[in-house]
């Protein structure tokens, strides 16, 4: 019984980690105290088992091992986006984006969902932080959506879901994570996740169309009494094709003198003269513009600029991930002073949140590394490799039962922890197996977007639980009594977004193009035609295979022979010491010194 245990101590092991994390120990503890224990374990089975690499001396690497940790840089841009989303959050940007979006998409059935789907991807793109969308979403728009009659259901899955996009759209903290424990460039990371994003966020919008036709009484369009900016779509068109070709002249003007950057160059004048034009016609009471045109122009913009300033310094190089959160930090409070905002409770508010926040991923890192320091001395990480290598259909069948297993271990994990515990395990296959890890590593982050919306479990479906009415309350605008939302419309509301996150894989599966373009478009020039030539050194003296050359086609044309041997006088003209050879030296014997 012993030997048995000796020789399968890794997926014990394994199996101990998942009963700890079921009897619902906190993850950091069982990840560290699984590791110490079957690190004793290991150290006293040693000598029954080859498999098992472990001794105590091995403990004084762990120093050294959390150093690492707490000395990663890449990690450094998790406080910073948190601490920007919880600014942003707290600045009141959700409440002004929600009310104008949903006041031009309110004429149309459905109107309200698409705003709040086109809310939550901006949200993404600035706060990173899911929680941080999902209760400021639930907190403005849904009494709203319940007041002019949205279906229950629909309107707890439309919020839940679009705040859940703050994990797959960049600056996202998952897509940081994955990077890291992947060993691949956060740029890369967010630069392929950019475009299944968007894909996401058009499904997403795609089911509300859907619905609309389907059942037209679920999700009306907003009353007229209640489109409180009124008309005003033909103005904003009118706006947005000025400013479009403010930004090409700028962009004809500036390309001779800025080459590749005018595009962006000419784009940032072209929104910034259509605001301060905004700006100045609702300050002068010009009305040029509508009412409408004047607040989504005033509203939408600064947000805008804002994952400009994060995430296009990123792409264009400009700026690292780290860099790019911490001016994202400082963005964010700017954005609330000049909403007039900022105060010592909510700077003191996002600080603590950010550091909540940032001690639960170190705790758990330290965790990981005690567990990964007694798994892969038992060779765990070979166990795993071998098992998921050896699986059926090879590469496709790799990708089946790793998305199947995330998809079932976040039934009870969330994101960090699923990171932090089995991506690591995952990816020596994957790249065994000739997996781009930053395609895998998206195709991953979309697959735990799910922890978010799984019922029972789902924080997503929690924070809305936190915010959402319980008991029937009285609307201060109708002056009627509304009714609770249940945490089984909430449930039910989650299962067809669940569903669209499932295509979303299979999706990034078949095009993996919508990754792959981190690359670039390369050179087009095919490594077979390639031919390397190395000039010579000598005066066309081959050095011969036999005399102490390389055995490359053609030599490296070096004389043959060592210069030193004939005193340290320079060779003979042509490179060669004269005709007499000298008799080989004999090496069947070590040389003798004295």
Known sequence: MIEFIAENLAPIMFVSLIVFLLLGYPVAFSLAANGLLFFVIGVELAPLSDSINLSWPLLNAMPERLWGVMSNDTLLAIPFFTFMGIVLERSGMAEDLLDTIGQLFGPIRGGLAYAVIFVGALLAATT??????????????????????????????????????????????????????????????????????????????????????????????????????????????????????????????????HGENADILGATVGVIFIYVVALADKTMNINMMSRLAQQVIIVLIPPLALIFLVLGTIFLGIATPTEGGAMGAVGALFMAAAKGRLTLDVVRSALTATTRLSAFVLFILIGAR??????????????????????????????????????????????????????????????????????????????????????????????????????????????????????????????????????????????????MHYKGEGSGVDPATIKIEVPGFGTGMTLPDGGGGLGLPGGLQLPAGNPLDSGGEKPAEGGQQGTEQKPATDLSSPPSFN
């Not at 059942?215 to 009494?225: G, K, Q, V």
């Open 370 to 515: 005690v567990f990964s320091l007694t798994f892969y001395g038992v060779n765990g990480h070979l166990w795993v490799e071998h098992l998921l290598v050896s699986l059926p259909g090879g590469e496709t069948g790799f990708l089946i039962a790793v998305n199947l297993l995330v998809f079932f271990l976040a039934f009870f994990l969330d994101f960090f922890e699923l990171a932090f515990i089995i991506v690591p395990l995952l990816a020596p296959a994957a790249d065994k197996l000739g997996i781009d890890l930053i395609w895998f590593g998206v195709l991953l982050g979309i697959n735990m977007q799910t922890s978010f919306m799984h019922p029972p479990f789902g924080f997503a479906l929690f924070y809305l639980r936190s915010v959402a009415a319980k008991v029937p309350y009285l609307d201060k605008v109708t002056g009627k009594v509304t009714q609770p939302v249940t945490t089984g419309q909430i449930y039910w509301g989650a299962v067809p977004f669940v569903c669209i996150q499932i295509v979303m894989v299979g999706l990034t599966i078949l095009f993996p193009s919508m990754v």
């Open 128 to 257: 990173g932080v899911v929680a941080a969308s999902v209760i400021a979403m639930g907190l403005i728009s849904l009494p709203i959506m319940l007041r002019y009659g949205y279906d229950r259901s629909i309107a707890s899955g439309v919020i839940a879901a679009s705040g859940t996009l703050a994990q797959i759209i960049p600056p996202s903290l998952v897509l940081i994570v994955l990077a890291d424990q992947l060993g691949r460039s956060v740029g890369d990371m967010y630069a392929g996740a950019l475009i299944p994003g968007l894909v996401l966020t058009g499904l997403y919008m795609g089911y509300v169309l859907i619905m609309s036709i389907i059942r037209p009484n679920s999700m009306p369009a907003l009353p007229l009494e209640a489109r409180s900016l009124g008309s005003g779509v033909t103005s904003l068109f009118i706006a947005l094709a000025v400013a479009a070709g403010i930004a090409y002249a700028a962009h004809v003007y500036l390309s001779p003198t």
